[in-house]
């Protein structure tokens, strides 16, 4: 069949005159007509926590500070990797945890080759990778990552443990929702990962074992304030 003729049938079955675009279809919510940030919140923290994740519902940029030294308290060395300060929702974040006698280890990975293999093996001794979020979807507990100069990607996969942190207003019900809302965070970066709970493989046996390629354990921070 050739094109013209294809696209006349399409416009006869859906009685239109013009295809439509993405702009002018309706956005379908899964979780119904949500206003309320609170419903949203809770029902992300019921799918993230579904998916296996860890969430940590706080009221401010103290209590996630708190939660997050609780974390690196429980680790075998001081060292992390984590975003950039101007991509992470608590302010000074790394000033305050150089202060406390935290090594962050810097996840820039040269050219040179014998460089780039020792910069990989002083990163595996990073026991916890903190990041921000561009946003998460309430439908199925994920998080959304973006990638650009100052959110090194290897922060949520190089590590054993993710911390993610994300306030509220970034939590959107579903996809579709996040897209209409903010398609330009995804087409100005150079990755976008979208993440639902640690990272997971099942052998042929259906047997589900948590890390093999990824972190085993995701923490999600949500700031309430």
Same mark, same amino acid.
């Not at 050739?2 to 416009?11: D, E, L, Y």
């Not at 956005?27 to 609170?38: A, D, F, V």
């Given at each position: 069949m050739? *094109? =013209?003729?294809?696209?006349?049938? %399409? *416009?006869r079955?859906?009685?239109?005159?013009?295809? /439509?675009?993405?702009?002018?279809?309706p956005?379908?919510?899964?979780?119904?007509?949500?206003?309320?940030? #609170?419903t949203?919140?809770?029902?992300?923290?019921?799918?993230?926590?579904?998916?296996?994740?860890?969430? $940590? &519902? %706080?009221?401010? $940029?103290?209590?996630?500070?708190? !939660?997050? @030294?609780?974390?690196?308290?429980?680790?075998?060395?001081?060292?992390?990797?984590?975003?950039?300060?101007?991509?992470? /929702?608590? /302010?000074?974040?790394?000033?305050? &945890?150089? =202060?406390?006698?935290?090594?962050?280890?810097? =996840?820039?990975?040269?050219?040179?080759? #014998?460089?780039?293999?020792? !910069?990989?093996? $002083? &990163?595996?001794?990073?026991?916890?990778?903190?990041?921000?979020?561009?946003?998460? @979807?309430?439908? !199925?507990?994920?998080?959304?990552? #973006? +990638?650009?100069?100052?959110?090194?990607?290897?922060?949520?996969?190089? %590590?054993?443990?993710? %911390?993610? &942190?994300?306030?509220? =207003?970034?939590?959107?019900?579903?996809? #579709? +929702?996040?897209?209409?809302?903010?398609?330009?965070?995804?087409?100005? +970066?150079?990755?976008?990962?979208?993440?639902?709970?640690? +990272? *997971? !493989?099942?052998?042929?046996?259906?047997?589900?074992?948590?890390?093999?390629?990824?972190?085993?354990?995701? $923490?999600?921070?949500?700031?309430?304030?």
């Open positions: 050739q *094109r =013209n003729q294809f696209v006349k049938t %399409v *416009r079955s859906i009685n239109l005159n013009d295809l /439509p675009t993405i702009n002018s279809l956005i379908k919510n899964k979780l119904g007509n949500i206003t309320k940030r #609170e949203l919140i809770k029902q992300f923290v019921h799918e993230a926590n579904a998916v296996k994740c860890h969430t $940590h &519902l %706080v009221n401010d $940029h103290e209590i996630a500070m708190d !939660t997050i @030294l609780n974390l690196l308290s429980n680790q075998p060395n001081k060292k992390y990797m984590s975003w950039d300060d101007k991509w992470l /929702p608590i /302010p000074d974040f790394n000033t305050i &945890l150089k =202060n406390l006698k935290y090594e962050h280890c810097n =996840n820039y990975i040269p050219q040179d080759r #014998e460089k780039r293999q020792s !910069t990989y093996k $002083h &990163l595996e001794q990073a026991c916890i990778g903190i990041t921000g979020c561009s946003a998460g @979807l309430a439908d !199925t507990g994920s998080i959304i990552l #973006e +990638s650009q100069a100052g959110q090194g990607r290897l922060c949520s996969l190089l %590590v054993p443990i993710h %911390v993610a &942190l994300i306030t509220s =207003n970034q939590i959107y019900p579903t996809m #579709e +929702s996040y897209l209409s809302n903010k398609s330009d965070n995804v087409t100005r +970066s150079s990755n976008c990962n979208i993440i639902t709970g640690p +990272s *997971r !493989t099942s052998d042929i046996t259906q047997t589900l074992t948590l890390g093999i390629h990824g972190p085993g354990t995701l $923490h999600i921070i949500i700031i309430d304030n």
